[in-house]
């Protein structure tokens, strides 16, 4: 008798390592630089991304990463933050111009927040990008069941043409004995 290992698979969805802009237009299916967010946008968006790792992109080959905790209630345009001890404020574009000389072109969407809530980070979406290899935990919409169920699911006999092939071109030789002398 042969040594055989029979290896299967399991399966799980992944996020898509996209630009976060391009990721809430998927989401909300429609051109998010047209009209303002509704607030029950604003739900969904903050309930898809909070947790999720993003690398921020406008610093070149400096790839920070982040996890969201979650979304601004104000415009980019409008959102302030200290940026001393001394009680000066500044706007994010602002900020964005000035540090890394980049132009924030969507203004009206809100930022995403990272860090804690004692001393939250502000990223405009158009900086961010979801990092890759991320398990998706969140329920499933149907569409997304059905694609998934149609990539994973075989019938019994094909499953087991599959694992029959498999095996007989991965058959593992144990070693000599005398490997395992003490």
Same mark, same amino acid.
């Given at each position: 008798?042969?040594? #055989?290992?029979?290896?299967?698979?399991? /399966?799980?969805?992944?996020?898509? !390592?996209? !630009?976060?802009?391009?990721?809430?237009?998927?989401?909300?299916?429609? =051109?998010? /630089?047209?009209?303002?967010?509704?607030?029950?946008?604003?739900?969904?968006?903050?309930?898809?991304?909070?947790?999720?790792?993003?690398?921020?992109?406008?610093?070149?080959?400096?790839?920070?990463?982040?996890?969201? #905790?979650?979304?601004? /209630?104000?415009?980019?345009?409008?959102?302030?933050?200290?940026?001393?001890?001394?009680?000066?404020?500044?706007?994010?574009?602002?900020?964005?111009?000035?540090?890394?000389?980049?132009?924030?072109?969507?203004?009206?969407?809100?930022?995403?927040?990272?860090?804690?809530?004692?001393? !939250?980070?502000?990223?405009?979406?158009?900086?961010?990008?979801?990092?890759?290899?991320?398990?998706? #935990?969140?329920?499933?919409?149907?569409?997304?069941?059905?694609?998934?169920?149609?990539?994973?699911?075989?019938?019994?006999?094909?499953?087991?043409?599959?694992?029959?092939?498999?095996?007989? /071109?991965?058959?593992?030789?144990?070693?000599?004995?005398? =490997?395992?002398? =003490?």
């Amino acid at each position: 008798m042969d040594l #055989s290992l029979n290896i299967d698979m399991s /399966s799980t969805a992944f996020i898509e !390592p996209l !630009p976060v802009i391009d990721f809430v237009a998927q989401l909300l299916n429609r =051109d998010i /630089s047209v009209r303002p967010l509704s607030d029950s946008d604003r739900v969904k968006i903050k309930k898809a991304l909070r947790g999720v790792k993003v690398e921020v992109t406008q610093r070149g080959n400096m790839r920070r990463k982040y996890r969201i #905790s979650g979304l601004t /209630s104000q415009a980019t345009r409008e959102l302030l933050f200290p940026v001393d001890d001394r009680g000066t404020v500044k706007t994010v574009v602002q900020y964005f111009m000035e540090t890394y000389g980049f132009s924030i072109q969507h203004t009206t969407l809100p930022c995403l927040q990272v860090g804690n809530q004692q001393r !939250p980070n502000y990223l405009p979406m158009e900086v961010c990008k979801i990092v890759e290899g991320q398990r998706y #935990s969140k329920r499933l919409n149907e569409k997304q069941i059905t694609a998934l169920l149609k990539v994973t699911c075989q019938r019994p006999q094909q499953r087991e043409l599959d694992i029959l092939q498999d095996s007989g /071109s991965h058959q593992v030789t144990p070693p000599p004995h005398d =490997d395992f002398a =003490d």
